[in-house]
T-cell receptor, first 113, second 113 residues
Framework: SAVISQKPSRDICQRGTSLTIQCQVDSQVTMMFWYRQQPGQSLTLIATANQGSEATYESGFVIDKFPISRPNLTFSTLTVSNMSPEDSSIYLC??????????FGPGTRLTVL | GESVGLHLPTLSVQEGDNSIINCAYSNSASDYFIWYKQESGKGPQFIIDIRSNMDKRQGQRVTVLLNKTVKHLSLQIAATQPGDSAVYFCAENIPGGSEKLVFGKGMKLTVNP
C-alpha cells in the first residue's frame, strides 16, 4: 500500500487563524480524501480532492472554511480557515488504491485555543 | 438515510480469548466493506475487507463475516493479544460517483494481559 505522510503532525493554534495541512503520497494516486475525526468520534468525510479541478465537498462542509488544493497526483493540502475551538480535531488524508480500499495517513492533531 | 453503526461501544477481553466486534449498516446498495484498526495517536490501519459477493473472508487471525440479509458485519479476532487493543471501525463503500466510505461509530477493544 502507499506510504502517506502528513505535516504538521500536530499543532496548537489561536482562534481566528488558519492552518494548512499537507498530505504527501509516495506514489501517484487518482483519489485523495480528507476526513475529520472529532475527539472520541468516528471519521467524517470532508471532501474528495480532485486533481486539476475543484474538490467535491460533503454536506456540512464548504470551500470557504476548508479550501483544498490538489496540484498533482501525489500531493494535497487542506486549510482550516478562521479556526474556532470547535475545529479541534484530528484531520486525516487518505488515498484510494483504485480498488476502493482507502489507506490513511497518520493524521494531524489540531487544537484551537 | 445512510448510516453505519456498531452494537458495542467498548469490549474488554482477556489475552488469548477470541473477540467479536459487530457492525450494522443501513445501505443495502453498499458493495464493499472494510475494517480498520486505530491505535492511539495514529491513523486508521486497514485490517481486512470483504465485497458483497462474499459472506466470509479470512486473514491472519482475523475473519470478517457479512450477512447481507440483516445488513450485519462482524470482525472476529482469534487469540486476542494486548497489541490488538485499539478502536475498531467498520466502513461501507456506497457505490456510484465518488466511491466514498461511510464509517461506523467505532468500538474500543481492550485486551487484558
Amino acid at each position: 500500500s502507499a506510504v502517506i505522510s502528513q505535516k504538521p503532525s500536530r499543532d496548537i493554534c489561536q482562534r481566528g487563524t488558519s492552518l494548512t495541512i499537507q498530505c504527501q503520497v509516495d506514489s501517484q494516486v487518482t483519489m485523495m480524501f480528507w476526513y475529520r475525526q472529532q475527539p472520541g468520534q468516528s471519521l467524517t468525510l470532508i471532501a474528495t480532492a480532485n486533481q486539476g479541478s475543484e474538490a467535491t465537498y460533503e454536506s456540512g462542509f464548504v470551500i470557504d472554511k476548508f479550501p483544498i488544493s490538489r496540484p498533482n497526483l501525489t500531493f494535497s493540502t487542506l486549510t482550516v480557515s478562521n479556526m474556532s475551538p470547535e475545529d479541534s480535531s484530528i484531520y486525516l488524508c487518505s488515498v484510494d488504491d483504485s480498488r476502493d480500499t482507502q489507506y490513511f495517513g497518520p493524521g494531524t492533531r489540531l487544537t484551537v485555543l | 438515510g445512510e448510516s453505519v453503526g456498531l452494537h458495542l461501544p467498548t469490549l474488554s477481553v482477556q489475552e488469548g480469548d477470541n473477540s467479536i466486534i459487530n457492525c450494522a449498516y443501513s445501505n443495502s446498495a453498499s458493495d464493499y466493506f472494510i475494517w480498520y484498526k486505530q491505535e492511539s495517536g495514529k491513523g486508521p490501519q486497514f485490517i481486512i475487507d470483504i465485497r458483497s459477493n462474499m459472506d466470509k473472508r479470512q486473514g491472519q487471525r482475523v475473519t470478517v463475516l457479512l450477512n447481507k440479509t440483516v445488513k450485519h458485519l462482524s470482525l472476529q479476532i482469534a487469540a486476542t493479544q494486548p497489541g490488538d487493543s485499539a478502536v475498531y471501525f467498520c466502513a461501507e463503500n456506497i457505490p456510484g460517483g465518488s466511491e466514498k466510505l461511510v464509517f461506523g461509530k467505532g468500538m474500543k477493544l481492550t485486551v487484558n494481559p
